[in-house]
């Protein structure tokens, strides 16, 4: 095989190599709104426009973009507390109709520190259960007396003063099922800071050249901590927290990579969907909303109202989908901001790390994973590290990299990553694809029919493949081959791919088995023979043994054996009972 140089690439060519042109999805509303004459307005396209200097210093807000609503200043002031005064293992329950409503502060630090990751996590569960249904008790208590306040008790009166500026008669008991319990985020945030200087030099670089306000790129403070490796329980993955039906219409999400979890080729892709909200709804604060809630819904949701700007739908959206999470949207941005901007006040002295520096180059040829990391002279840590978007598939060399892919490696690296790839041999330089099919479950109302359009393959390539004779014929669960859109050349091997997540580097197993370790020793003798561990219940007011026992379905005996009280031994609040396994 011939020798063929892999050219070393800017990261402008980078982005122009990895980037597709943005689109949008059938649901999404036209750009029919265009920005205001006196805000920036994002570029057309990128790789011309003028960069901004990088830094990693708090990027200030303009309030002619970002405006303060009067209506968000109490939610602003709610987020700002939960970023930087309240921890992970403190609780506001509060109203979601008036998040500064804060009914108690649950705060479960002491049991962080005696219980294991399972036991605390269900330990908080239960208070915060709890507390909730205390609230709606005192609610329906204090609609019944709201004539005649002389006659609450102490916790009444607290509940009906929180609520003496909203002016409704039934106003409590509207606001009955209304309270959830936030935990803090002080620590993530702090870890947060310190973690966005790896990123932030390049993504303020990269919306510069979209000419984007820099401060949309503090925007992972609220969607991932910046978190590369955030995977949300709805299936948003990465800095950005992207959505697959977002993901595919602005980055490659196939069965070789997935870019949402790529620092630097998501923040570009983000770029671009941030510049499509804008571009068709005209306002920063629509924009960021429409980024969580969607576009076409803010679009719908400001006709229904006939609303141009973002306090139009607070105040008269009603939709479903339009809740919590897309209402406080913007707040917690600006909060965040604040935070940042702030952080010396918040959490003292943070050294944000460096940034992170490397080249690129482009593969000629499909090749092993693992020789291009050999080829850069780096361990496994720093070119995952540098290239996070590869499949488990390609990282484990079940299938290759393709030509015309952009590999990042370590600054100073790429001269000599381009000699030692022009020795490579045929064994480790292939002209295809090794051959591969995905993994398919049969789900209730799967037809091959629309099995095949989900993949865009044809019926008759799935029908192959599995041996189908009858089509109508599927069994529910049932796990069907189905071959890739493109017909790849017969290779060594055969690969079936699933639904498939980035396997853990060398740190992040180590940090996993540790946990576990942890874990079992709290629920291990000293002579390592598994014990059951007591839960513990913090008492609060009103209650009583009986009623706890009842709670945890176990004796009274039981209850005060395990805590050494006798017959007349009386519980205080805050005192801490162990609940013996039932």
Not at 191 to 200: D, F, K, N, R, W
Not at 226 to 255: H, T
Request: net charge positive; with cysteine; glycine share 6%.
């Amino acid at each position: 095989m011939a020798a063929q140089f892999v050219r070393v690439l800017t990261i402008s060519a980078l982005l122009a190599a990895v980037g597709v042109a943005a689109a949008q999805s059938p649901d999404q509303e036209p750009s029919a709104v265009m920005a205001p004459a006196e805000s920036p307005s994002p570029a057309a396209d990128a790789p011309d426009a003028p960069a901004s200097p990088t830094t990693t210093a708090p990027a200030p807000i303009d309030e002619h973009l970002f405006p303060r609503y009067e209506v968000l200043k109490p939610n602003v002031a709610f987020w700002t507390k939960v970023f930087s005064q309240w921890s992970e293992h403190q609780s506001a329950v509060h109203s979601t109709q008036y998040p500064n409503k804060v009914f108690e502060l649950l705060d479960f630090r002491g049991e962080a520190r005696e219980l294991s990751a399972g036991q605390l996590a269900r330990y908080k569960a239960d208070a915060e259960s709890d507390a909730k249904a205390r609230v709606d008790r005192l609610l329906r208590q204090v609609h019944e007396l709201r004539n005649a306040p002389d006659q609450m008790n102490e916790q009444q009166r607290r509940v009906y003063q929180m609520f003496a500026d909203v002016r409704s008669d039934n106003r409590f008991l509207d606001a009955v099922g209304t309270f959830r319990a936030q935990r803090g985020l002080k620590e993530r945030t702090a870890v947060a800071l310190e973690t966005s200087g790896s990123y932030l030099p390049e993504m303020e670089s990269i919306f510069g050249r979209y000419r984007l306000p820099l401060q949309l790129t503090r925007l992972p403070l609220v969607e991932s901590s910046f978190n590369v490796d955030a995977y949300s329980k709805v299936g948003a993955a990465g800095l950005w927290q992207f959505i697959p039906s977002s993901a595919k219409i602005y980055m490659r999400l196939n069965e070789l990579v997935d870019d949402r979890r790529d620092p630097w080729t998501s923040t570009d892709a983000a770029a671009r969907h941030l510049r499509d909200d804008y571009a068709a709804l005209g306002s920063w604060p629509l924009a960021l909303t429409a980024y969580n809630h969607g576009r076409g819904g803010i679009a719908r949701g400001l006709r229904e109202t006939g609303g141009s700007a973002l306090p139009d739908l607070i105040a008269r959206y009603d939709a479903k989908s339009f809740g919590f999470a897309s209402r406080n949207f913007y707040a917690e941005f600006l909060a965040a901001t604040d935070v940042e901007r702030n952080w010396k006040q918040h959490f003292g002295e943070i050294r944000r790390r460096d940034a992170l520096r490397f080249d690129t180059v482009e593969t000629k040829n499909y090749v092993p994973y693992d020789t291009l990391r050999r080829l850069c002279d780096a361990d496994d840590e720093v070119f995952r590290r540098l290239n996070p978007a590869y499949r488990p598939e390609v990282i484990e060399g079940k299938l290759y990299v393709p030509p015309g892919h952009v590999i990042r490696v370590p600054a100073g690296r790429a001269d000599a990553f381009n000699v030692a790839y022009a020795k490579l041999g045929s064994s480790e330089r292939f002209d295809a694809q090794r051959s591969f099919f995905l993994l398919h479950k049969v789900g209730k109302g799967d037809s091959l029919g629309k099995i095949a359009r989900r993949y865009g393959v044809p019926q008759a390539a799935i029908k192959s493949a599995n041996g189908l004779k009858d089509a109508s014929k599927l069994k529910l669960g049932q796990v069907l081959k189905v071959p890739p859109r493109e017909e790849s050349r017969p290779g060594p091997v055969v690969v079936a791919v699933g639904e498939s997540k980035p396997t853990l580097t060398r740190d992040q197993t180590v940090a996993a088995v540790t946990e576990r370790v942890r874990s079992e020793a709290a629920v291990s003798s000293p002579r390592g023979k598994r014990v059951a561990v007591a839960r513990l219940h913090k008492v609060r007011s009103g209650q009583t043994l009986g009623e706890i026992a009842k709670r945890y379905k176990v004796s009274v005996a039981e209850l005060r054996s395990a805590n050494g009280l006798n017959e007349k031994g009386h519980i205080r609040v805050g005192q801490q009972l162990k609940i013996p396994a039932s």
